[in-house]
Structure formats: C-alpha cells, structure tokens
C-alpha cells in the first residue's frame, strides 16, 4: 500500500506482516535492489520489439514481485510468505536453456550496449547481480529464512545474460568483446 500519509518521513518502512523496519536494513536493501531490478526489465520490455523478449521479461517482473514481496515480509510475521521454490528456479533454468539453443553465445567477456533492448536487459542483470548479493547479506543475518530467493535471483542474472544476447541476435547485432583484439585500428 502507499504511504500517502508520510509515516517514512521518520525514516522507517512498513513490512508485511506488520512492523516497521529502518529504511537502510539490510532487508529493504535487498528488497529495493529487487524493485530496481523490475524496473529495469520493464525498459527492457519496453525497448524490445520481439515478442518472446517481452514476454520473458513480463514473466520475470512477474517473478520480482514475488521476490520483492517475500523480501518485504516481517521476519516475526506469524506465517511467513514464500512463493519461491524450486520449481521457480527450475522455470528459469528451462527459460535459459530453450534460449541458450537459439544464440551462441559470446567465448569472452562483452561490452553492453549493442542494442537498446540488450543493454537495458544487461542493466536488470547487472542489478539482479546486487540483489542477490543484498539477499546473501540478509541470509547471513538471519533475515532470510527461503534460501530459493538467493537461488532464484542468482539462476535471474544468467537467464537475463542470455536473454540480451537474444535480443541482440533478433536484432541482428552482437555484442563488442570487453578486450580489443590486437588487429583492431588504433583509435
């Protein structure tokens, strides 16, 4: 719900489930990296002009809610909420494989940025990366009790590299290696 009354004005954040939480606890950390993570696959999906793209990112931003949701749960909620298994892990892991067949792959490191649609999927996974680095911490912490969130959101960022190099392929570009080659013109 909206805080429309301005209770985060001193600086906390409602839970679900009940209770309030500083706005810089680890647990909102990891639930806001989740929300950037969303966002930035809803400018992916925004830039794609494939439809197979958009739906993965759909089905993602779908998945992120689910995450961001049992990331925002109170750790004393009488009944936690988990919606993260493995048979969510295992839908990504199918996603990437099906995609996987489709693109070959680059033999090195890339740079971002061979097209709209790559880049900003490249952006999502490079903020699910900190994601699930936020939600290692809060495992860590004892604030995590499904260890799937950290599973799925680590199996998210390698589907999210491939989708990128999906969509560049659809788009007819390949991304640039990270290392010029020695027969590469001086600039």
Avoid at 62 to 76: D, K, N, V, W
Wanted: include cysteine; glycine fraction near 10%.
């Amino acid at each position: 719900m909206l805080d429309l009354a301005g209770t985060g004005d001193d600086g906390t954040t409602g839970l679900l489930g009940g209770g309030r939480t500083p706005k810089d606890d680890p647990r909102i950390e990891a639930f806001g990296t989740v929300d950037e993570a969303s966002s930035a696959l809803g400018l992916a999906r925004s830039l794609t002009r494939h439809p197979r793209v958009s739906s993965v990112c759909e089905e993602l931003q779908r998945g992120l809610y689910s995450i961001g949701a049992e990331l925002g749960t109170s750790p004393s909620a009488e009944r936690p909420f988990v919606t993260t298994g493995a048979a969510q892990v295992e839908r990504l892991e199918q996603i990437i494989s099906d995609l996987e067949s489709a693109v070959t792959m680059p033999d090195g490191f890339i740079l971002p940025g061979a097209s709209p649609g790559s880049a900003a999927l490249d952006l999502a996974r490079s903020i699910t990366r900190r994601a699930e680095r936020r939600s290692l911490a809060l495992e860590r912490a004892g604030g995590l009790r499904n260890p799937e969130v950290r599973r799925w959101l680590n199996r998210l960022s390698l589907l999210l590299f491939v989708l990128a190099r999906y969509e560049e392929s659809l788009e007819g570009t390949s991304p640039r290696p990270a290392k010029e080659s020695r027969d590469s013109p001086s600039r």
